[in-house]
Every structure is written in structure tokens, then in C-alpha cells.
């Protein structure tokens, strides 16, 4: 079994900053793909920042300049450091990533179990 656990939610101003962790473990043999996905209340999940495993990124242009998406390989840990936040950008954060269990298996995809962020004053 492979599990994502986020932490690092909670409630801030505006203005304010956050650091999400997204910790995958379980038997895994590689991860490629991760990602931050978010879900404000009434709205669709939307993608707010990728990482490839060789580091290539991707932002939303909503968290462009604010957001900034790192991962650590060694430790299957995934972060996001959530700066000037604002209060659109209050939503359930969850993480995302393409797991390879073994050398034998093809990719499957997991989802954490998602974590609040609320920016309000």
C-alpha cells in the first residue's frame, strides 16, 4: 500500500505564509510526477503547482511568483511554500503523485487526504 500524508494547514491572514508537506510511504519503488491540486467550496480541483522527479515545474498562473513547489527524492516528500497568501486561495490542498511500486509494476496514481487552508482576517 502507498500512502500521501499532507500536513501544514490552518488558518492565516492575508497576506500571511504556509509550508505544506506531502510525505508518500509505503512500498515504493520510484516517484515521478507530484503535484499540489486545491478545491474551494462549490468549485472543481484545479492544479496549483507540478514537479517532475528531474525538477522541471509548473505553477497556476494564480500562485505564479507567490508559490513555490520543491520535492526531496530521497525522503518521497513533496512541499509547497505558500507566500502573500490571499483569501482565494483559501481551499482543501491535496497532494498528488504517479508511484511505481516495483521495478515489475506500471505507474498508479495517489491522492492524499487533503488539507485546509484558510486565509482569513
Known amino acids: 500500500q502507498v500512502q500521501l500524508v499532507e500536513s501544514g494547514g490552518g488558518l492565516v491572514q492575508p497576506g500571511g505564509s504556509l509550508r505544506l508537506s506531502c510525505a508518500a510511504t509505503g512500498s515504493i519503488f520510484s516517484i515521478n510526477d507530484m503535484g499540489w491540486y486545491r478545491q474551494a467550496p462549490g468549485k472543481r480541483r484545479e492544479l496549483v503547482a507540478a514537479i517532475t522527479r528531474g525538477g522541471y515545474i509548473h505553477y497556476a498562473d494564480s500562485v505564479q511568483g507567490r508559490f513555490t513547489i520543491s520535492r526531496d527524492n530521497g525522503a518521497n516528500t513533496m512541499y509547497l511554500q505558500m507566500n502573500s497568501l490571499r483569501p482565494e486561495d483559501t481551499a482543501v490542498y491535496y497532494c498528488?503523485?504517479?508511484?511505481?511500486?516495483?521495478?515489475?509494476?506500471?505507474?498508479?496514481?495517489?491522492w492524499g487526504q487533503g488539507t485546509q487552508v484558510t486565509v482569513s482576517s
Open positions: 498528488n503523485a504517479g508511484v511505481r511500486r516495483s521495478v515489475l509494476r506500471g505507474e498508479s496514481m495517489y
